[in-house]
């Protein structure tokens, strides 16, 4: 992106709901170690806030944790294997969310896939909307991530960050 395009990430999550604080986990350490030029937000209630944190960004990172012991295929299809720790990309601007992903399990009252549909509809969707889900374990009160999903968060912000420098 070197025609100075702008760059949001935004890690989203519930801190007392276990793994659901994931996404917030990891977006502290990309606040660390990302260009100043790329902003990083955390972001804790209703996901149609979102449309208003990404209204001036060309490109937005968005971070999650994703529905327990459901693995969505691309099709729609879904099985019981559960992968905590698991990583999901989505380029959500490009293709449609597997219709469960995001939605059942969700802490948030209105969930990221009503959210981009709404933008869509709206023509407010960022020209780049990456969805990263990490499958979650354990939702249930407290504020430790579940042991699979801690180890994964190097490799995942190791990933996140290789894209988004990719791209500058």
Known sequence: ?????????????NPYRCDDGIGLQIARKLSKILPEKVKVQTHTSDALVLMELWQNYDCVYLIDAVNPGLRCHRNGSHDEEQVPGRLYRFDAAAEQLPPIFFTKYSTHCFSIQETIALCKNLEM????????????????????????????????????????????
């Open 125 to 168: 969707l960022p020209e780049k909307l990456i969805i990263y889900g990490i499958e979650g374990h354990s939702f249930r009160v407290g504020t430790e991530l579940s042991g699979k999903v801690k180890q994964a968060i190097a490799g995942i912000t190791d990933c996140i960050k290789k894209e988004i420098e990719d791209s500058l």
């Open 1 to 13: 992106m070197s025609d100075g395009k702008s760059i949001l990430v935004i890690g989203m999550g």
